[in-house]
């Protein structure tokens, strides 16, 4: 079991930054894949970006690349959202997510444990 715990959000100008950490309980936290969604009012949860087990995998939505940064440590225990350059489109809470397994997903029906989130609003 990992108890995702997301940090970091706030309030940011387009064209700012803003780091985003999820901090993870649990000895067994390499074992999961974890991923960040975000899911703005009226809209669904969608993908942002995920890590493989070790951090050496990584995928993002088309809606980001280039953008945002996603990685992790293990010893640590936690992931970190790097997003550069933000866009109003992206105000939404953000949601620090795991899965337990060795692929990467997409799907937030592939993920078992989730965070709380963060509100990320971007002001233009």
């Known amino acids: 079991q990992v108890q995702p715990v997301e940090s970091g959000g706030g309030l940011v100008q387009a064209g700012g930054s803003l780091r985003l950490s999820c901090a993870a309980s649990?000895?067994?936290?390499?074992?999961?894949?974890m991923g960040w969604f975000r899911q703005a009012p009226g809209k669904e949860r969608e993908f942002v970006a995920a890590t493989s087990r070790s951090g050496v995998t990584t995928d993002y939505a088309d809606s980001v690349k280039g953008r945002f940064t996603i990685s992790r440590d293990n010893a640590k225990m936690t992931v970190n959202l790097q997003m550069n350059n933000l866009k109003t489109e992206d105000t939404a809470v953000y949601l620090c997510a795991g899965r337990l397994g060795s692929v990467i997903k997409t799907a937030r029906s592939e993920y078992d444990y989730w965070g709380q989130g963060t509100q990320v609003t971007v002001s233009s």
């Open positions: 649990g000895r067994t936290f390499s074992s999961y894949v």
